[in-house]
Nanobody, 123 residues
Framework: QVQLVESGGGLVQTGDSLRLSCAASGRSISNYAMGWFRQAPGKDREFVAAVSRKSATYYADSVKGRFTVSRDNAQNTMFLQMNSLNTEDTAVYYC?????????????????WGQGTQVTVSS
């Protein structure tokens, strides 16, 4: 079992930055593809970013160039640096881990989910 705990969310203004963290326990994340999803009010959960075991990165078009995903296996933690935030980024952000290929995680079917952290961007 892997337990995932997100942190770093909050209320910011348009153009601000935030850094989310996903701390894992139970097993080493070095064995997992890791990723971020988000769910805005009234919308389905959507893929945001992923980082493979070998640190290859993948992004949704809506965040490409603004968000950066990274992992620190020694800290057993994944990060999401979010810059140039806008109101459309407002959502609950979820951390995910998958023991299979990154493609499986990106389809929104990971093995493990975190509880989520709220990000609110005001205009």
């Amino acid at each position: 079992q892997v337990q995932l705990v997100e942190s770093g969310g909050g209320l910011v203004q348009t153009g601000d930055s935030l850094r989310l963290s996903c701390a894992a326990s139970g097993r080493s994340i070095s064995n997992y593809a890791m990723g971020w999803f988000r769910q805005a009010p009234g919308k389905d959960r959507e893929f945001v970013a992923a980082v493979s075991r070998k640190s290859a990165t993948y992004y949704a078009d809506s965040v490409k160039g603004r968000f950066t995903v990274s992992r620190d296996n020694a800290q057993n933690t994944m990060f999401l640096q979010m810059n140039s935030l806008n109101t459309e980024d407002t959502a609950v952000y979820y951390c995910a881990a998958d023991g299979g290929p990154t493609t499986s995680l990106r389809r929104g079917q990971p093995d493990y989910w975190g509880q989520g952290t709220q990000v609110t961007v005001s205009s």
